[in-house]
């Protein structure tokens, strides 16, 4: 079997979700499982938090009813709302809650027949402006969703675009423009990330939607997951599969991009960007062989990657291999390849295995 595996621990989504709910006391929190819960599976995270999660909330109807099989009674909220009007019929068979992010949803909304009353999630363009009404247009349709037939509880969200970035003058805008709102008669309010409900308690609101929180990877650039005490869920395992000497001068891998400036020991790493490893990450980027640290070196092939062990004349074949989890943070290796930690953990592919640890 070929030695490449992520491992998931449950235990740390579970740990982590509840530091969330440590953080915005008394509130409920939608866990944010859209995308196979950020790569990690999503039948697996839903029924980890079955008995603790208060909602699940993920990005389009597919993924909704997904949730739906595996918990009978769980909010749960679907972000981009129904993307066509035979949707609407389904959201409200599936008992979600949706997002209404424009006025064509709005009017699809309106125009339906519905079973039963959905919970509507008013979403508020607060300054990302890529989803929701402007607050004059919110105020504006207000009145028509308060006791319409299609409307069960009407509630308020929007999205931060900067809150990552700590002190950063958007967020305070978008904060200030949300509480402006607030006059309104909404049943609850949704405005925090993972970012805000670790730094920023005025926008916690009644509902926070908790996602790369509850993987254990940070939203800040600047802080790590583990100085918040998040624990790490996805370790990704592979092995040293072969180890070549190469003489200074001598190239390795595709474009014979890296050329050893000295006599070196390069090992090939079972795990390539077919598996979801990034094919832009420079030589230079760690990664952990027998739990110590050894550079990338040269291109990342479709299969294979590989490591420069000069300095660790110990390691042989069939050596451990973390390309990132518990021990080397997914958002180290990210920002070695000018990304973010949620894009490595959403690109893990299907064809590497998934290992689960209660
Ligand atoms: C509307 C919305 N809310 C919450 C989240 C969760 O964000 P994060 O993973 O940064 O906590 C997302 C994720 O992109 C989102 O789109």
């Known amino acids: 079997m070929r030695p490449l595996i992520a491992h998931i621990d ?8 509840a530091l969330a709910k440590r953080c915005a006391p008394g509130r409920e ?11 990690h599976g999503v039948r697996e995270v839903v029924t980890a938090l079955h008995d603790d999660a208060d909602g699940f909330a993920v990005a389009c109807l597919e993924e909704a009813a997904e949730v739906r099989a595996l918990h009978g009674t769980a909010r749960i909220l679907l972000l981009e709302g129904c993307f066509e009007p035979s949707e609407c019929l389904v959201a409200s068979q599936l008992r979600l809650d949706i997002a209404v992010q424009g006025p064509e949803q709005l009017a699809t909304l309106l125009a339906s027949s519905l079973p039963r009353p959905l919970n509507v999630w008013l979403k508020l363009d607060s300054g990302m402006h890529r989803l929701g009404f402007s607050a004059a247009a919110l105020r504006a349709v207000f009145p028509s969703l308060r006791g319409a037939a299609q409307v069960a509880e009407l ?16 967020t305070e805008d978008q904060l200030e423009c949300f509480l402006g709102l607030l006059d309104l008669d909404f049943d609850q309010r949704s405005l925090a990330n993972s970012a805000a409900v670790l730094g920023i308690p005025a926008a916690h609101m009644d509902w926070i939607r908790p996602g790369i929180m509850l993987y254990g ?3 800040f650039a600047d802080l790590g997951a583990a100085e918040m005490a998040l624990r790490p869920a996805m370790s990704l395992h592979a092995q040293v599969m072969a180890i070549r000497e190469v003489a200074v001068g001598e190239s390795v891998g595709y474009g014979a991009t890296w050329v050893a400036g000295r ?13 979801g ?18 550079p990338l070196a040269g291109r990342v092939s479709m299969d294979m990657l590989a490591v420069d062990l000069t300095d660790l004349p110990d390691v042989a074949v069939g050596a451990p291999v973390e390309l990132w989890g518990a021990q080397l943070p997914v958002d180290e290796v990210a920002a070695n390849a000018g990304t973010i930690g949620y894009e490595l953990l959403t690109k893990v592919t299907a064809r590497v295995p998934r290992k689960y640890s209660a």
């Open 10 to 17: 449950l235990s740390a989504i579970q740990h982590n979700y």
């Open 29 to 39: 929190a939608f866990a944010v499982v859209k995308a196979n819960a950020y790569g």
């Open 155 to 170: 509630n308020l969200m929007s999205h931060f675009a900067c809150a990552d970035e700590r002190g950063h003058t958007l």
């Open 217 to 219: 990877a940070s939203p």
């Open 263 to 275: 006599p070196s020991r390069i090992g090939t790493v079972s795990c390539g960007y077919a598996d």
């Open 277 to 294: 490893y990034p094919r832009h990450a420079p030589s230079g980027t760690p990664v952990l062989v027998d739990g110590r640290r050894a």
